[in-house]
């Protein structure tokens, strides 16, 4: 399975997020510069997890972006299975309907993998992500 451009720059944003402080904040931007991300892309992430309630965010003098308690124990698998949406990985319809649709195996294997695959998400939490080694590396970016 492949994961869409968004969700990857979403994870990524999320981790920047997970290892501030409690209290500290970052602009879109900031975070856009840090990741190497276009601003554009950045802010729609980052709208995305705020109504998701994985990130807080503040305006004015002393605002920013900090991760909520939520997001910090958020599951991987439910973040991408939010992001990605539960979408087949084949549909069988279409402008060209498949001939083996009645027939096929392909369409259940292909389904079942899926499962599989956001199953072995599911322990996995943002906090995880961010222990070391990663979340030093992560805080050194600027």
């Known amino acids: 399975m492949r994961l869409t451009k968004f969700t990857d720059l979403a994870l990524r944003v999320t981790m920047r997020l997970a290892v501030m402080e ?14 190497a991300i276009p601003y554009n892309h950045t802010a729609k992430a980052i709208a995305r997890l705020q109504h998701l309630g994985m990130v807080e965010a503040r305006r ?22 939010e992001l990605e949406g539960e979408e087949e990985v084949v549909t069988c319809e279409g402008e060209t309907p498949c001939p083996l649709r009645a027939a096929c195996r392909l369409r259940g294997a292909l389904r079942a993998a899926q499962q599989a695959f956001y199953a072995s998400l599911d322990p996995v939490t943002v906090s995880d992500l961010v222990a070391s080694p990663t979340g030093p590396v992560l805080i050194g970016l600027s």
């Open 22 to 35: 409690p209290g500290a904040t970052l602009t879109t931007r900031q975070v856009a510069d840090a990741m």
């Open 60 to 81: 004015g003098r002393g605002g920013g972006l900090e991760l909520t308690g939520f997001g910090r124990t958020a599951s991987i698998g439910w973040l991408v299975r």
